[in-house]
């Protein structure tokens, strides 16, 4: 049988949910079916509200080759997902919780996030959702549940794009971190956000104003549900998103906007809980105890050759600059936020890791499952981070060497993962070279673009 932590099995009675939620909202005349595709992106169609009783009870027939397309929607042939399959459907369902509204459109609509299986009811190797799954379960079966939340780095900009929503412009000078008044500046689209995070059960915490000017953050709850809890950061993406439209602006989550500001992170807060519900992570000690120093050493070990998960677009290796806030270097820390892997302060139930060097244009299904799959090695291993970094983490990996350790161009980190043993078992063997395909076919596709500044450079000094 398919493990009910990723839906409902072909066999199992008709889920209520859509008829509660039609009781509830009869106005609601369409509904938008996605699924989050290897690169993040979130595909599907608006079909008509009456194919919800057909989606709950028997899935609904999509083309398997929607997981198979780049990121800008191009057909990948190598991921075998497109002519070698003859562009056969398989066979789609409901993640039950996630029937909702989608209240930033005019027309009453819902929505629902799709789960990908094979039509004999074993999960669809190219779903990353089911990535994530199998990585929870192998840290179950250790006996250990992981407890996980989420931060986005976002920019809201201008409707085209070109410029930091708001009074505030780039070009002035000014950054003003944490102001209240960009802020309240913004405050009717967030207050949408906010209210409808609410109505679909979404745990948003803490925004505040980032560095450069038009950036924000958001935080999530912990959740003891990791599946649930990407599914959220999933889910706020399509608000944030949906309500910019709605406001006349634009979200984006692209890694490195501008040369000149800074870039976009997403943070993975994680700890584990044992058998008795305690976390194993909690000490009095800073530092934590043997098991999250065993986690740290495991999360450096393959931070390497993982690196394609964390920066997976051409775009993405502009952010890892000095002093920028993202970090350059497998390295950890307590209480220091210059390094990759942070031990926050707090009281000591709380004890957890900040696993920081992610792009806020990475898939969360995957970062979140290559987390926690080198959590599980390190446990695995006894493995031995090394000494904390102390001070400037910038400086000490300048002046030792270690930030060369990480792959520095897009192609370099293709050709690490194709080769990384860790990554074939925490995302699959069958997945890991779906994923290489599609970026193998972005990084050709993108570095035989011929750019403005070739032309600036390179037209009259050649």
């Not at 929607?73 to 066979?91: E, M, R």
């Not at 700890?271 to 043997?290: C, E, I, K, W, Y």
């Not at 001070?391 to 930030?403: C, E, F, K, L, P």
């Amino acid at each position: 049988m398919t493990n009910p932590n990723l839906g409902p099995t072909p066999n199992s009675s008709p889920n209520i949910e859509w008829r509660e939620f039609l009781a509830k909202h009869p106005d609601v005349a369409a509904v938008q079916l996605f699924i989050t595709d290897p690169s993040g992106v979130a595909r599907g169609k608006t079909a008509s509200v009456s194919e919800l009783e057909r989606l709950y009870t028997n899935g609904r027939p999509v083309a398997g080759s929607i997981l198979g397309l780049d990121i800008t929607g191009t057909d990948v042939d190598a991921t075998g997902l497109v002519w070698d399959t003859g562009d056969a459907d398989l066979l789609c369902r409901a993640v039950p919780g996630s029937l909702a509204l989608a209240p930033w459109l005019a027309r009453p609509t819902a929505q629902v996030m799709l789960s990908m299986y094979q039509l004999d009811g074993r999960t669809a190797p190219a779903d990353p959702r089911h990535v994530l799954a199998r990585c929870i379960e192998r840290l179950q079966a250790r006996g250990f549940k992981p407890v996980v939340a989420v931060e986005l780095e976002f920019y809201v900009l201008d409707a085209t794009g070109s410029e930091p929503a708001g009074s505030l412009r780039r070009d002035e000078g000014r950054i003003e971190a944490y102001s209240l008044a960009r802020l309240e500046e913004l405050a009717p689209m967030f207050d949408e956000v906010y209210g409808a995070a609410r109505e679909q059960g979404i745990p948003v915490e803490t925004l505040m104003s980032e560095y450069a000017p038009g950036q924000f953050e958001l935080t999530l709850a912990h959740r003891d549900d990791a599946l649930r809890a990407v599914d959220e950061a999933i889910l706020l993406k399509r608000l944030l998103r949906g309500f910019a439209t709605k406001h006349g602006k634009l979200v984006t989550f692209m890694a490195k906007p501008y040369v000149d500001l800074a870039g976009s992170g997403m943070h993975i807060h994680v700890s584990l809980t044992g058998f008795d519900g305690q976390n194993v992570f909690a000490a009095d000690d800073p530092a934590g105890t043997p098991l999250l120093r065993h986690a740290i050493g495991g999360l450096k070990a393959t931070m390497a050759e993982s690196l394609l998960v964390f920066a997976p677009n051409g775009n993405s290796y502009r952010r890892f600059r000095s002093r920028s806030y993202a970090p350059i270097a497998a390295s950890w820390g307590i209480n220091n936020r210059s390094v990759s892997l942070r031990i926050p302060t707090g009281p000591a139930a709380s004890r957890h890791l900040e696993h920081r060097i992610a792009g806020a244009d990475a898939n969360p299904y995957l970062v979140v499952a290559t987390v926690l799959a080198g959590i599980e090695r390190g446990i695995e291993q006894s493995l031995d981070p090394g000494p904390a970094v102390v001070g400037n983490g910038y400086a000490a990996a300048s002046s030792t060497g270690v930030q060369r350790e990480l792959p520095v161009t897009w192609h370099e980190a293709i050709e690490r993962a194709a080769t990384s043993e860790f990554l074939r078992q925490a995302l699959g063997a069958e997945f890991l070279p779906i994923f290489l395909a599609i970026k193998r076919q972005e990084c050709e596709r993108f570095s035989a673009e011929v750019t403005e500044l070739d032309r600036h450079w390179y037209l009259r000094s050649s």
